[in-house]
């Protein structure tokens, strides 16, 4: 059963318009949400995370947004950088220190 | 800067083998995490460790075993490598503080740069 779900395998967007990615989650358990990016042959970096309480948290060209009665998070990149190419994976945590993972979602940013 | 190293960046063994994948972190961290990321199925956690040899099952465990007995190593074992462990294994390591109610995980987790492991 996938708790954490990333509908689009990948996402095509042109450089300097915003790319929006989107997680859905099942587990109303859950408290704590990243997004994680990861290049090919690298391990998955941290980029940004919200907690339950809050319904949007921003870093730079980098928001993601909460809507916990629909179990949705979003992550918008304004504006997209080729350089943002990667795989975005979301997570969710809810338990002792045990992420999960949604399947990630190819974004491809084109110049 | 966290850092978290892997063995291993490419391995290739063939089926029966054993085969130990390594993993240090130089940031006295507690929790440490092992991984496989397959197309499509995003990462699965094998096993985590949140001290020294202690252990616990992730979603996937059958076929791996671990071994944590230094705080800052934590090893992926494969008794009996098969072809369905073909796969790219990610280890992952998180900071433990403690806070009024106790014991309290960070959520951010730091993680290598992964072993591309290819089972003939």
């Known amino acids: 059963d996938q708790q954490v779900k990333q509908n689009s395998p990948s996402l095509s967007v042109q450089e300097g318009r915003i790319s929006i990615l989107n997680c859905d989650y099942t587990?109303?358990?859950?408290?704590?949400f990243l997004w994680y990016k990861k290049y090919p042959a690298e391990g998955p970096t941290f980029l940004i995370s919200i907690s339950s309480i809050k319904d949007k948290n921003e870093d730079g060209r980098f928001t993601v947004f909460l809507n916990k009665s629909a179990k949705h998070l979003s992550l918008h990149i304004v504006p997209s950088q080729p350089g943002d190419s990667a795989v975005y994976f979301c997570?969710?945590?809810?338990?002792?220190?045990?992420?999960?993972f949604g399947t990630g979602t190819r974004l491809l940013v084109s110049p | 800067d966290v850092k978290v190293t892997q063995s291993s960046r490419y391995l290739v063994k063939r089926t029966g083998e054993k085969v130990f994948l390594e993993c240090v972190q130089d940031m006295d961290h507690e929790n440490m995490f092992w991984y496989r990321q397959d197309p499509g199925l995003g990462l699965r956690l094998i096993y985590f460790?949140?001290?020294?040899?202690?252990?616990e099952k992730g979603d996937i465990p059958e076929g791996y075993s671990v071994s944590r007995e230094k705080k800052e190593r934590f090893s992926l074992i494969l008794e009996s490598a098969s072809t369905n462990q073909t796969s790219m294994y990610l280890c992952?390591?998180?900071?433990?503080?403690?806070?009024?109610?106790?014991?309290?995980?960070?959520?951010?987790?730091?993680f290598g740069p992964g072993t591309r492991l290819t089972v003939l």
């Open positions: 587990n109303s358990m859950f408290d704590y």
């Open positions: 460790s949140y001290d020294v040899k202690m252990k």
């Open positions: 992952a390591s998180s900071l433990v503080f403690w806070g009024t109610s106790g014991r309290i995980s960070y959520n951010e987790q730091f």
């Open positions: 997570a969710a945590s809810g338990s002792f220190q045990k992420l999960v």
